[in-house]
């Protein structure tokens, strides 16, 4: 039997591996319904679902395929996440993020996104969304407008041998510090007093249960770090890398959401297409000069 051909009997076999971890569960999702739709099993397991602050500390959101379908996974995750959702953007005439360019907007009253707290919360006020005038929304960088042409006709390219933009997406501990500050909080609240007098004791168990947890935020939040903003990709970055290993953007910035990724992703492809500008400006202005007469006024 030909290599392709055990290849393709072995699709669909073997164990669960996993071949992408995300932070933002909703990428996940996507990259899910991609395979899906390529005839592809795959499952999005959150390792810390019931609280988000943990999720990064447990190793974020993970999709996994079974191990015979690996290859063809990786040639249809291989493109760039989100090079393919621009290349469809081109094509979508409609209302454009003037912030982003993207075309994923929306006119609502109100993007019910974010965390359960705030969705649930929303839910609950429903009768009091019908007053809400309806804006425009952007469901990539969460811009929100009231001007429909606000936005460009199409979006800035980038020009063959420009760099792809990624950036430095910060990230803290701040959510695992706080919960090991609770537990060493609780811990000590309930042991260290015992072998003390009982007003001291109270006053230090008080002081543990409190204090504790504000020094593991603020030390989680002080121990930060940097991820490839590339949607689908957050690799670990280095201080010392310019640009991503694993999806080779290059590093333009920091963020410090993965929303704002979109926006100045824009922002760059706008300035490098100003700054081409500018040198074509002066490279005509040089060649018009050229060509004046020599005794030319002006």
């Not at 071949?19 to 592809?40: E, H, K």
């Not at 993007?111 to 919360?121: I, N, P």
């Not at 100045?264 to 300035?271: H, Q």
């Amino acid at each position: 039997m030909p290599y392709r051909d055990k290849l393709d009997a072995a699709s669909g076999t073997g164990k669960l591996i996993t071949v992408r971890r995300y932070l933002d569960p909703v990428a996940a999702q996507m990259d899910r319904t991609l395979l899906s739709a390529n005839g592809i099993e795959s499952h999005v397991f959150e390792a810390a679902s019931y609280n988000p602050l943990l999720s990064g500390a447990a190793g974020g959101t993970q999709l996994q395929v079974r191990e015979g379908d690996l290859r063809r996974v990786e040639g249809l995750l291989e493109v760039h996440p989100g090079e393919a959702a621009s290349n469809d953007d081109e094509e979508i005439a409609g209302v454009r993020c003037p912030r982003c360019e993207l075309a994923y907007c929306f006119h609502e009253r109100l993007r019910l996104e974010g965390s359960s707290a705030a969705t649930a919360l929303a839910i609950l006020a429903t009768p009091l969304l019908l007053f809400l005038p309806r804006r425009w929304h952007c469901h990539k960088c969460g811009h929100v407008w009231d001007d429909p042409k606000e936005g460009p006709a199409a979006m800035t390219k980038l020009e063959e041998g420009d760099p792809r933009p990624v950036f430095r997406l910060r990230r803290a501990h701040s959510g695992m510090g706080l919960f090991l500050g609770l537990l060493a909080g609780f811990c000590g609240a309930i042991l260290v007093p015992a072998a003390l007098p009982r007003g001291a004791g109270g006053l230090l168990a008080a002081t543990l249960l409190f204090g504790a947890p504000l020094i593991g935020w603020a030390v989680g939040y002080l121990w930060q770090y940097d991820l490839c903003s590339e949607p689908g990709c957050r690799t670990a970055l280095t201080s010392d890398r310019s640009a991503c290993p694993r999806c080779s953007g290059a590093i333009a910035g920091v963020v410090r959401s993965a929303d704002e990724h979109y926006a100045a992703a824009a922002d760059f492809r706008r300035e490098l297409s100003a700054l081409r500008a500018a040198d074509q400006a002066r490279e005509g202005e040089k060649k018009r000069r050229k060509k004046r007469p020599a005794g030319a006024a002006g």
